[in-house]
Each structure stands twice: as C-alpha cells, then as structure tokens.
C-alpha cells in the first residue's frame, strides 16, 4: 500500500492506495492532530508514504509527529527536471511548486492530449501541459475567498461579500462574488486559448471546482485530487 499526502495551505488531502484502487481519500485542516492518527489505526502499515508539503517545515513536522510509528516510512517529494512523463520547463525546475508538479504528473496519468492543469483552492494555478508531455508554464491567482477577503481588509466600506453571481450584478455584494468568479474564469479561458494542438482539455481539481465549472465555457472535466494522483505515478516509479 502507498500513502500518499497532500499538505496544502489550508488542509491536508489523503489516500490510500493498494495498487488497484484508493483505499480511502479525505481531508483535515493543520491542526487537526487526530487525522493522521486515525489512519494508522484503522489501516495496516503502508510500504510507503509519500508527502508533497507546500505549507512549510512546521507543517511536515505535524505530519510527522501525526503518523506516529509510520513516520520513517515518510518521504517528501521534491520537483524535479523529468518524472512520470511530464518534462518540466520551469526556469529553474527545483522551484516549482511541489503540488503543481504532482498535479502535472498526475493530469498526465489520465489524457496524452495538451490540457491545461487548474488546481482551484486558497490559491488558483493554471499550467499548461502540451501533448508531448511539456510544462509549459503557468499562473498563480488569488482564489476567489482570498479575492473577496483582500477587498475587505484593504479597502474602505467594502465588507466581506455574501453574494451571489450575476452576469450584470446589481448590487455591491454580487458585484464582488461576481468580480472574483469572473477573474478566475477569465484567466483559465485565456490560459487554455494560448494552450497549443486541437485537441485539449480542462482538468480542474480543489475545493473550488464546482464554481469554476458552472461558469466556464471551455472543454472541462473534474479531476479531483491530481496531487494525490501524481504521488501515486511517483510511488510506482513510473
């Protein structure tokens, strides 16, 4: 079995996979300290677990200490220049985010078509994948929680917004909801626009996805969990 673990900025995404099919899949915030335990309790011993942690050293050390006797078993993967069939064409490949990575090579495990890869969480990114396998690269936005949340701390009268969409809103709270949404359905519009090759797709995963869906207008599919998915490809070796 592979453990695979996804440290994002707001939660810690899970599965568990015995080489036919993920055992079980979930997700917790940072300081929920009983997550982890709870799978070394209710699971046997896994062969490996793997961890793609962007959320900084306090949060591997949680994770860690969560995984209690399973911790040796851990391995923090890195971004590197190739892996599971996706070169990465990043200036300097290192820095790349590690979710992104994952999420590419995961992206690449499900079509051979040019996609772009959108991971819609506290952050947006949008990566563009060509049908040879080449990232291309990428963007980073705001999510649209974040959006809404810098109008209410950085500006005067705006309070956080509980709005709803419009295509013409007519009253400020809309006005906001719908500001956001538009902005991250219009910069993956444009992303996949640019994306080359004829046939392409849309793979979006995070907590986000259902927005995004409802007001794109591009070729879309729900690929939930592709860092998860990306951990399992490295695991394998492939």
Same mark, same amino acid.
């Given at each position: 079995?592979? +453990?695979?673990?996804?440290?994002?900025?707001? @939660?810690?995404? #899970?599965?568990?996979?015995?080489?036919?099919? #993920?055992?079980?899949?979930?997700?917790?915030?940072?300081?929920?300290?009983? $997550?982890?335990?709870?799978?070394?309790? @209710?699971?046997? !011993?896994?062969?490996?677990? +793997?961890?793609?942690?962007?959320?900084?050293?306090?949060?591997?050390? !949680? /994770?860690?200490?969560?995984?209690?006797? #399973?911790?040796?078993?851990?391995?923090?993967?890195?971004?590197?220049?190739?892996?599971?069939?996706?070169?990465?064409?990043?200036?300097?490949?290192?820095?790349?985010?590690?979710? !992104? #990575? %994952?999420?590419?090579?995961? $992206?690449?495990?499900?079509?051979?078509?040019? %996609?772009?890869?959108?991971?819609?969480?506290?952050?947006?990114?949008?990566?563009?994948?060509?049908?040879?396998?080449?990232?291309?690269?990428?963007? /980073?936005?705001?999510?649209?929680?974040?959006?809404?949340?810098? +109008?209410? @701390?950085?500006?005067?009268?705006?309070?956080?917004?509980?709005?709803?969409?419009?295509?013409?809103?007519?009253?400020?709270?809309?006005?906001?909801?719908?500001?956001?949404?538009?902005?991250?359905?219009?910069? /993956?519009?444009?992303?996949?626009?640019?994306?080359?090759?004829?046939?392409?797709? %849309?793979?979006?995963?995070?907590?986000?996805?259902?927005?995004?869906?409802?007001?794109?207008?591009?070729?879309?599919?729900?690929?939930?969990?592709?860092?998860?998915?990306? +951990?399992?490809?490295?695991?394998?070796?492939?």
């Amino acid at each position: 079995m592979i +453990l695979c673990l996804d440290s994002g900025n707001t @939660r810690i995404k #899970w599965g568990l996979h015995d080489g036919k099919a #993920w055992l079980e899949q979930g997700a917790a915030v940072h300081d929920d300290d009983l $997550a982890l335990a709870g799978l070394t309790q @209710r699971w046997p !011993r896994p062969a490996q677990i +793997l961890l793609a942690n962007v959320a900084g050293p306090a949060a591997a050390a !949680r /994770i860690r200490n969560g995984l209690g006797a #399973w911790a040796p078993l851990l391995r923090e993967v890195r971004s590197e220049a190739q892996r599971g069939g996706v070169t990465n064409g990043y200036q300097f490949p290192e820095r790349l985010g590690v979710d !992104r #990575w %994952c999420a590419l090579i995961g $992206a690449r495990s499900q079509t051979t078509d040019a %996609c772009l890869v959108v991971m819609a969480g506290t952050a947006t990114t949008i990566d563009s994948l060509d049908a040879a396998g080449n990232f291309l690269g990428g963007l /980073i936005l705001p999510g649209s929680e974040l959006m809404r949340r810098a +109008l209410a @701390r950085d500006t005067a009268g705006l309070q956080l917004a509980d709005g709803a969409w419009a295509a013409t809103p007519r009253c400020t709270e809309d006005a906001i909801v719908s500001g956001a949404i538009e902005a991250q359905a219009g910069a /993956i519009e444009r992303a996949f626009a640019r994306l080359p090759g004829a046939a392409k797709l %849309c793979l979006i995963s995070g907590g986000n996805v259902d927005v995004l869906l409802a007001h794109l207008v591009i070729p879309c599919v729900r690929a939930q969990n592709l860092p998860l998915e990306g +951990l399992l490809r490295i695991g394998r070796g492939q």
